[in-house]
């Protein structure tokens, strides 16, 4: 493209076009950094070549995604250095920030030394007022203007000058709007936007308000201004501040239930936030749970399916399984809340084993809700309660499994409404169980984070997978990664017999909106609203409805859904253990059964939840196997 | 004016009978109706089985299920009551959870019932601030009359929350516990029972939740506008089939 057409006057944005304004993040320093904040695709990333300051950048810029463009920042360089730098980091755009005269900026456009033509961008500031007549001799030299605030330093003083101050701009050449922009201006920004003054304005320049210390920036403050600026809606994932996630969540509770959740939710984010909370939560999970589990490559597993597999290693779990990382949450939410009996339903009997344990580690009287037909087909889970010193009570109505023990579980509640606390042990129930419980279980994800970095020099893998019974495994799996649009997150729900066979635990595919203990989410139900049996051959999967953020997560199609039959899932748990020498949960194994079903490219880094160890159900592949 | 309304307004303690629809026989709901009317009963509660009753105990939960199993629906319930205002008079009201009116239509629901001459709904699972934010309108539309629940636990402040929101009566909860769990009043309930009273709420109350005889009635009623006997009640039918309801409802009002 010739230099001289490059802005005619079609360039003038109409109020349409103004929604798309382009964003420049400037004073980028650190690697990581830079590519979080690439993955929000701004439209240019700023580095500053200036030494004078604390975001001065000295370091190499990492691959960023195409359509970014570099912008370098210069004070009064020498030309001749401004060029190495441009050939040098491959920059799009330099940014002038000195008292560079038009004839700098001439030599730049004219020179032959440049390895492909740039945009040349002059910064004025502005303190009051401002004599635009120095803008002219400007016009036919460089590319853009670049409108800061006047103050000691030559950019970056973290404070906004007066907009209006350009209702007299006299060019038609777009400039970039700078200084001092923070997430408190959107309104501002937009009230400008539908101004005189901003008829050619072509780009918003942030750095200083969206920093936690110079040079870093903040992710998901910027996203968020980012995505106000767009008008986008933001989809959020997580939990709103009313209890719902979309149109599911919410706390459908009989009044009796009230005082109990209602106490529940005035504290559990305050208690979460105590950090002699956090300390003891941390060191139980460190000492006595044995975390942080590993984060494993799976590489005889990853060879046969010509994919990366990472498996995180949640059987290795104090318990063997993920369960515990809750339970110790809420039994220390317990004690704080002034708590001496503990309730808990259970479906394969994880859970129950799970809270049996806190409740001995405690010194507190334990009572968990069995369906009678979990308690036969789980047999070993049941002895180890009774050795942690339990009482496990049969669940005898219903379909006398999972469902039916969170009924039981929350009668005895209603009837114990002071001493007793209620340990749900999936991302279910009413506000705020569904946020709490994955708020304990997200050190699941944040722990990959690192642990993914370390082996893969990256934080985001290309897919998390985890198995959903009420969804608090996967939730953990996926907490950190809700926002992170690269990441594909899979769900893996129970098929059952097969999906049309009546013996289903497919919640996202069999279920439409309904209310279930206590929550409203994709539930399994008759036409007459009654909820329907499930079945599964795993216990943990046997439940009619999935939690409310899976709901939406399955409503919005931010995650994937795929359902695994039992014999598939029986057939993966038993790959696993001759491949990979370790054997699953029946649960797990679903979630290993879409290999079989999906096919991964060879460079794609698949992150699974492999969420409890088969010891427990032994006896079902023994039988299933007739080994 | 709305017949809950009128009955409440009546110069007497009120005595209101629970029975699951569709229970012990699928055809029963009718004439249970007609003969509890005919026996004294001020007000009926009619209960729509649900598969989940979370607020119940196994009474109740064990008449649901059954009546379920007998084929019992929202669409049958509304078909037999179908001209049930040619032959009864008394207030009728519904009580069931809340899942089974989502999925028939809360205001498809709604307006069935007034075309019915149901005047009001018991949902305990939906709780006052839902209602309040998203389905009053709609049940105002229809004049029905929705009752809420309090508890022993519940605070001051709450109560006062939802007497603003009821227009008909509160539902006092004797005590902490689901449906048919305990009989019989203690101190504590009394003591109760009297702080609910000096309050001296909008909408009268009527208590539930362990009343099962006469003694318990009357103990019930020295407190409150009326009382609600559900388990009691089902169990009597259970045992004694439908046809000595007048047995049981002179036991309680000798
Ligand atoms: C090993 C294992 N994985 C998964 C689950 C399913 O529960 P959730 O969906 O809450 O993770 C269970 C439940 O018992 C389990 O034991």
Same mark, same amino acid.
């Given at each position: 493209m010739?230099?001289d057409?490059?802005h005619?006057?079609?360039?003038v944005l109409?109020?349409?076009?103004k929604?798309?304004?382009?964003?420049?993040?400037c004073?980028?320093?650190?690697?990581?950094?830079?590519?979080?904040?690439?993955?929000?695709q701004?439209?240019y990333?700023?580095?500053?070549?200036?030494?004078?300051?604390?975001r001065?950048?000295d370091?190499?810029?990492?691959?960023i995604?195409?359509?970014?463009?570099?912008v370098?920042?210069?004070?009064?360089?020498?030309v001749?250095?401004?060029i190495e730098?441009?050939?040098?980091?491959k920059?799009d755009?330099?940014?002038?920030h000195?008292?560079?005269?038009p004839?700098?900026c001439?030599?730049?456009?004219?020179? !032959?030394l440049?390895s492909?033509?740039?945009?040349?961008? /002059?910064?004025? =500031? &502005?303190?009051d *007022? %401002?004599?635009?007549?120095v803008l002219?001799?400007?016009?036919?030299?460089?590319?853009?203007?670049?409108?800061?605030?006047?103050g000691?330093l030559p950019g970056g003083?973290?404070?906004r000058?007066?907009?209006?101050?350009?209702n007299d701009y006299?060019s038609?050449k777009?400039f970039?709007?700078s200084?001092?922009?923070?997430?408190?201006?959107?309104?501002?920004i937009?009230n400008?936007i539908?101004?005189?003054?901003?008829?050619y304005?072509?780009?918003?320049?942030? !750095?200083?308000?969206?920093?936690?210390?110079?040079g870093? /920036?903040n992710? =998901? &403050?910027?996203? *968020? %201004?980012i995505?106000?600026?767009?008008?986008?809606k933001?989809?959020?994932?997580?939990?709103?501040d009313?209890?719902y996630?979309?149109e599911?969540?919410?706390?459908?509770?009989?009044e009796m239930?009230?005082?109990?959740?209602?106490?529940?939710r005035q504290?559990?984010?305050?208690v979460?936030?105590?950090?002699?909370?956090?300390?003891?939560?941390?060191?139980?999970?460190k000492d006595?749970v044995?975390r942080p589990?590993?984060?494993?490559?799976?590489?005889?597993l990853?060879?046969?399916y010509?994919t990366k597999?990472?498996? /995180?290693?949640?059987?290795?779990?104090?318990?063997g399984?993920?369960?515990i990382?809750?339970?110790?949450?809420?039994?220390?939410?317990a004690?704080?809340l002034g708590?001496?009996?503990?309730i808990?339903?259970?479906?394969?009997?994880q859970h129950g084993?799970?809270t049996?344990t806190?409740?001995?580690?405690?010194?507190?009287e334990?009572?968990?809700?069995?369906?009678e037909?979990d308690?036969?087909?789980?047999?070993?889970?049941?002895?180890?309660?009774?050795?942690?010193?339990?009482?496990?009570?049969p669940?005898?109505?219903g379909?006398r499994?999972?469902k039916d023990?969170?009924?039981?579980?929350?009668r005895d509640?209603?009837n114990?409404?002071?001493d007793?606390?209620?340990?749900?042990?999936?991302?279910i129930?009413?506000h705020?169980?569904p946020?709490?419980v994955?708020r304990?279980?997200?050190?699941?994800s944040?722990?990959?984070?690192?642990?993914?970095?370390?082996?893969?020099?990256?934080?985001?893998?290309?897919?998390?997978v985890?198995?959903i019974?009420g969804?608090s495994?996967?939730?953990g799996?996926?907490?950190h990664y809700?926002?992170?649009?690269?990441v594909?997150i899979?769900?893996?729900?129970?098929?059952?017999?097969?999906?049309?066979s009546?013996e289903?635990a497919?919640?996202?595919?069999?279920?439409?909106?309904?209310?279930?203990?206590?929550?409203?989410?994709?539930?399994?139900?008759?036409?007459?609203?009654?909820?329907?049996?499930?079945?599964?051959?795993?216990?943990?999967?046997d439940?009619?409805?999935?939690?409310?953020?899976?709901?939406?997560?399955s409503?919005?199609?931010r995650a994937?859904?795929?359902?695994?039959?039992?014999s598939d899932?029986?057939e993966?748990?038993?790959?696993?253990?001759?491949?990979?020498?370790?054997?699953p949960?029946?649960?797990?194994?679903?979630?290993?059964?879409?290999?079989k079903h999906?096919?991964?490219?060879?460079?794609d880094?698949?992150?699974?939840?492999?969420?409890?160890?088969?010891d427990?159900?032994?006896?079902?592949?023994i039988?299933?196997?007739k080994? | 004016?709305?017949?809950i309304?009128?009955?409440?307004?009546?110069?007497?303690?009120?005595?209101?009978?629970?029975f699951?629809a569709?229970?012990p026989e699928?055809n029963?709901?009718v004439?249970?109706?007609?003969?509890?009317?005919?026996n004294?009963?001020?007000?009926?509660?009619?209960?729509?089985?649900?598969s989940?009753?979370?607020?119940d105990?196994p009474?109740?939960?064990?008449?649901?299920?059954?009546?379920?199993?007998?084929?019992?629906?929202?669409?049958?319930l509304?078909?037999?009551?179908e001209?049930?205002?040619?032959?009864v008079s008394?207030?009728?009201?519904?009580?069931?959870?809340?899942n089974p009116?989502?999925?028939?239509?809360?205001?498809?629901f709604?307006?069935?019932c007034?075309?019915?001459?149901?005047?009001g709904?018991?949902i305990p699972?939906?709780?006052v601030?839902?209602y309040h934010n998203?389905?009053?309108?709609?049940?105002?539309?229809?004049?029905?009359?929705n009752?809420?629940l309090?508890t022993?636990?519940?605070?001051d402040?709450?109560i006062r929350?939802i007497d603003?929101?009821?227009?008909?009566?509160?539902?006092?909860?004797?005590?902490?516990?689901?449906?048919?769990?305990?009989?019989g009043?203690?101190?504590?309930q009394t003591?109760?029972?009297?702080r609910i009273?000096?309050m001296?709420?909008?909408?009268p109350q009527?208590?539930?939740?362990?009343?099962?005889?006469?003694?318990?009635?009357?103990?019930?009623t020295?407190?409150?506008?009326?009382?609600?006997?559900?388990?009691?009640?089902v169990k009597h039918?259970?045992k004694?089939?439908v046809k000595?309801?007048?047995?049981?409802?002179?036991?309680?009002?000798?």
């Amino acid at each position: 493209m010739k230099r001289d057409t490059k802005h005619t006057p079609q360039q003038v944005l109409s109020p349409l076009e103004k929604s798309k304004l382009k964003i420049k993040v400037c004073g980028m320093k650190y690697q990581d950094n830079i590519e979080s904040v690439a993955a929000l695709q701004p439209d240019y990333l700023g580095f500053i070549f200036y030494k004078e300051t604390p975001r001065h950048f000295d370091t190499k810029i990492p691959e960023i995604p195409e359509g970014i463009k570099k912008v370098g920042v210069f004070v009064n360089e020498d030309v001749s250095t401004v060029i190495e730098k441009i050939n040098e980091f491959k920059l799009d755009a330099v940014q002038l920030h000195g008292e560079e005269a038009p004839y700098y900026c001439s030599i730049l456009r004219s020179t !032959n030394l440049l390895s492909k033509p740039i945009e040349i961008i /002059k910064v004025f =500031s &502005i303190k009051d *007022e %401002f004599n635009f007549e120095v803008l002219e001799a400007f016009e036919n030299v460089c590319d853009y203007f670049l409108f800061d605030t006047k103050g000691k330093l030559p950019g970056g003083n973290g404070y906004r000058f007066d907009w209006s101050v350009l209702n007299d701009y006299p060019s038609t050449k777009p400039f970039f709007l700078s200084g001092g922009i923070g997430i408190d201006q959107i309104d501002d920004i937009k009230n400008f936007i539908v101004s005189k003054a901003s008829k050619y304005c072509y780009a918003i320049d942030v !750095n200083s308000k969206f920093e936690t210390e110079p040079g870093l /920036k903040n992710k =998901s &403050i910027l996203r *968020e %201004f980012i995505n106000k600026l767009h008008n986008k809606k933001t989809m959020n994932y997580n939990v709103d501040d009313k209890g719902y996630y979309g149109e599911f969540g919410g706390a459908f509770i009989p009044e009796m239930l009230h005082p109990n959740v209602e106490e529940l939710r005035q504290n559990y984010l305050k208690v979460m936030a105590e950090p002699d909370f956090q300390k003891e939560f941390d060191k139980l999970l460190k000492d006595y749970v044995g975390r942080p589990s590993p984060l494993y490559y799976a590489k005889r597993l990853s060879k046969k399916y010509n994919t990366k597999i990472y498996l /995180k290693r949640e059987d290795l779990n104090h318990t063997g399984a993920h369960k515990i990382n809750n339970t110790i949450g809420q039994i220390l939410m317990a004690q704080r809340l002034g708590k001496t009996r503990i309730i808990a339903e259970t479906g394969a009997g994880q859970h129950g084993v799970a809270t049996a344990t806190v409740c001995a580690l405690m010194g507190m009287e334990c009572i968990v809700y069995m369906g009678e037909i979990d308690i036969a087909r789980q047999a070993p889970n049941v002895a180890r309660m009774k050795m942690l010193g339990a009482k496990v009570v049969p669940a005898l109505s219903g379909s006398r499994t999972l469902k039916d023990a969170t009924n039981e579980a929350i009668r005895d509640w209603i009837n114990n409404p002071v001493d007793t606390h209620y340990i749900i042990g999936s991302a279910i129930g009413p506000h705020p169980y569904p946020d709490m419980v994955t708020r304990f279980q997200a050190v699941i994800s944040e722990e990959i984070k690192w642990q993914l970095k370390e082996q893969e020099g990256r934080e985001n893998p290309d897919y998390v997978v985890a198995c959903i019974g009420g969804g608090s495994n996967a939730a953990g799996t996926y907490y950190h990664y809700l926002h992170e649009p690269d990441v594909g997150i899979i769900a893996v729900e129970a098929a059952g017999l097969g999906i049309d066979s009546g013996e289903s635990a497919a919640t996202s595919v069999l279920g439409k909106a309904g209310i279930i203990h206590g929550c409203k989410t994709l539930l399994m139900q008759t036409k007459d609203g009654q909820i329907t049996e499930p079945y599964s051959i795993s216990a943990g999967l046997d439940y009619p409805g999935v939690g409310p953020m899976h709901a939406h997560l399955s409503k919005t199609g931010r995650a994937e859904f795929l359902s695994i039959t039992d014999s598939d899932a029986m057939e993966a748990g038993l790959e696993l253990s001759k491949l990979e020498g370790i054997i699953p949960a029946i649960e797990t194994s679903h979630a290993f059964a879409i290999f079989k079903h999906k096919t991964f490219k060879p460079d794609d880094v698949v992150v699974m939840s492999l969420s409890g160890r088969g010891d427990k159900d032994l006896q079902n592949y023994i039988d299933y196997f007739k080994i | 004016m709305n017949r809950i309304v009128s009955k409440l307004n009546e110069d007497k303690k009120l005595l209101s009978i629970y029975f699951t629809a569709g229970y012990p026989e699928i055809n029963d709901t009718v004439s249970i109706i007609q003969d509890l009317e005919k026996n004294g009963v001020d007000m009926i509660e009619i209960g729509l089985p649900f598969s989940d009753p979370l607020a119940d105990g196994p009474t109740i939960q064990d008449s649901s299920t059954a009546a379920l199993k007998n084929g019992m629906t929202t669409e049958v319930l509304f078909k037999q009551l179908e001209g049930i205002r040619d032959t009864v008079s008394i207030p009728l009201i519904i009580m069931g959870y809340f899942n089974p009116m989502f999925q028939y239509g809360v205001e498809a629901f709604c307006k069935k019932c007034q075309e019915l001459g149901v005047d009001g709904l018991i949902i305990p699972d939906l709780p006052v601030d839902v209602y309040h934010n998203e389905y009053q309108a709609i049940f105002e539309k229809y004049g029905l009359i929705n009752v809420f629940l309090i508890t022993p636990q519940t605070s001051d402040a709450r109560i006062r929350y939802i007497d603003s929101i009821s227009n008909g009566f509160i539902y006092m909860v004797s005590s902490a516990s689901t449906t048919g769990a305990k009989s019989g009043f203690g101190d504590e309930q009394t003591a109760y029972f009297e702080r609910i009273g000096k309050m001296n709420l909008n909408n009268p109350q009527v208590i539930g939740f362990g009343i099962s005889n006469n003694e318990t009635f009357t103990q019930a009623t020295k407190y409150a506008k009326g009382a609600i006997i559900g388990s009691a009640f089902v169990k009597h039918v259970t045992k004694h089939g439908v046809k000595t309801i007048d047995s049981f409802t002179k036991s309680i009002l000798n």
